[in-house]
């Protein structure tokens, strides 16, 4: 089994390759040659974002692969600065636009809080706090991004960093179902509950930060480190691969897309190795008992929670 050739099918009937190439935190000048790097190496899903500020060279990256368009699957991100249904489209359309793209296969929205309007992506007042938009609810976002999909310019519509009741009012209000809600996942936040309650839905989840995003710019120096746990070294060198290996096989096993992010040539091919060996069920058990509640992607500001007085902050509760 090839990494080319692993996807799931989606509700709506496509197939979405379960391993992607992630950019977030890839730099200029990097991106680009990742991305032709993992396309000729066998990926076909790439996830990208308007917010990373780099989807003019994941395009160019895109062109530069010689890979047809259509047998490529691109996500983006709709951002927190554009939930207002006016600004949907203009918005998915700078995107294509920077991409090179007709058309998108996934379009998330990035996170269900909505900031101020406008080009600032991260619009703040003077005490450097940011600058809200506490009126639209991210169902209503979402019912605008409808409209993407029947002129053709997005194929499937997805959610990122919702919870499960936010997942539940956008199944109930929607007419085009989300087909995946991408969140930070890895054997240290499992997300066991959420997963349980997506699957029965038929919404798969997407981990991102699937190794633990060891390159966070706020990491503390005593901050665990996921790759390095021998437990886990233990379980990987059994099969002779690497704790990165074994997380994402750990990951794919129980139905979870994956989108480790990586500008290194030979740690893109290391990421793409994990069709080639299956774990044991006592030993997906194993891993399934890492979770210590160990988020690390939380938004903050001077040691708070960013956003957590915003009425849609998805944390607040439990799942």
Known sequence: MSVSSTSLTLSNGMKMPVLGLGTWKSKPGEVQAAVAHAIKSGYRHIDCAAVYGNEKEVGEGIKASGVDRNQLWITSKLWNTKHNPEDVEPACRETLADLGLDYIDLYLIHWPVA?????????????????????????????????????????????????????????????????????ES??????????????????????????????????????????????LRAIADKYKKTTAQLILRWQVQRGVIVIPKSVTPSRIIENSEIFDFALTEDEMKELDGFECNGRVVVPMLNGEERDAGHPHYPFNIPF
């Not at 007042?125 to 002129?151: C, F, Q, S, W």
């Not at 509950?193 to 706020?218: E, H, I, M």
């Open 186 to 231: 890895h054997p240290y936040l499992n997300q066991s509950r959420l997963k349980a309650f997506c699957d029965d839905l038929k919404v798969p989840l997407t981990a991102y930060s699937p190794l633990g995003s060891p390159d966070r710019p706020w990491a503390k120096p005593d901050d665990p480190k996921l790759l390095d746990d021998p437990k």
């Open 115 to 183: 900031f101020e309007r406008g080009d600032n992506k991260f619009p703040k007042n003077e005490d450097g706090t940011v600058r809200y938009d506490m009126d639209i609810h991210p169902t209503t976002t979402y019912l605008a991004m409808e409209k993407l999909v029947e002129k053709g310019l997005v194929k499937s519509l997805g959610l990122s960093n919702f919870n499960s009741e936010q997942v539940k009012d956008v199944m109930e209000k929607s007419t085009i179902k989300p087909v995946t809600n991408q969140v």
